[in-house]
């Protein structure tokens, strides 16, 4: 497989474009956003496969945000494995590209991962719970400009809301409360 993203091509913390709003994403795609869609999924399923990903050594990834590429564009990569680990299978949970993302409704209910969240972009660790939606409606445009809606729950709705930030310029830890870390309230879910 040949890879176009390594880490020295991931953009870190620091670099304006990670906080930058960024553009929506024309239709029909062009040809350099169609080869940048694939190379952005080719990331995660290299990082997440242990063998190739020795050769390449890159941070096990469930999303990468084209901004994370450099690239201040409304889409990101979305790869997430089955949701039953025990299951034999290769069929992932979610896998795919979304174009000009928004969240159209969000209960109120919270829910956080129990360990924090962690970030391509984020070399160093910062502790803390990252409470989101424990549920949410996203609408997105797939690869073919054709309108997509999807309800997630729990962990899916994690990934997809932190991939989301980062088409409007937001990191994980800007969720923090930074005078309780891990401070949680009764709403809040641990997933
Ligand atoms: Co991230």
């Not at 474009?17 to 399923?45: C, G, I, N």
Request: glycine share 6%.
């Amino acid at each position: 497989m040949k890879i176009r993203f390594t880490m020295d091509k991931i953009t870190r913390d620091g670099n304006p474009v990670l906080r930058a709003q960024a553009q929506e994403v024309p239709f029909p795609l062009s040809e350099e956003h169609q080869q940048l869609a694939k190379d952005m999924m080719t990331y995660l399923e290299v990082s997440q496969d242990e063998e190739q990903n020795e050769k390449y050594d890159l941070r096990p990834g469930v999303g990468l945000a084209a901004p994370q590429v450099g690239e201040s564009l409304q889409m990101t990569a979305i790869l997430i494995p089955s949701a039953d680990p025990a299951e034999d299978s290769d069929t992932p949970y979610f896998k795919g590209v979304i174009f000009n993302p928004v969240i159209v409704s969000e209960t109120v209910g919270r829910a956080a991962l129990e360990t924090g969240e962690g970030c391509l972009s984020v070399d160093e660790d910062v502790p803390g719970f990252v409470p989101r939606s424990k549920k949410i409606t996203v609408r997105y445009q797939d690869e073919n400009g054709k309108t997509q809606s999807k309800t997630l729950r729990n962990y899916p709705a994690i990934v997809f809301q932190h991939e989301i930030d980062h088409l409007h310029g937001k990191l994980y830890y800007d969720h923090i409360n930074q005078q309780d870390p891990w401070g949680i309230d009764d709403s809040t879910k641990y997933v």
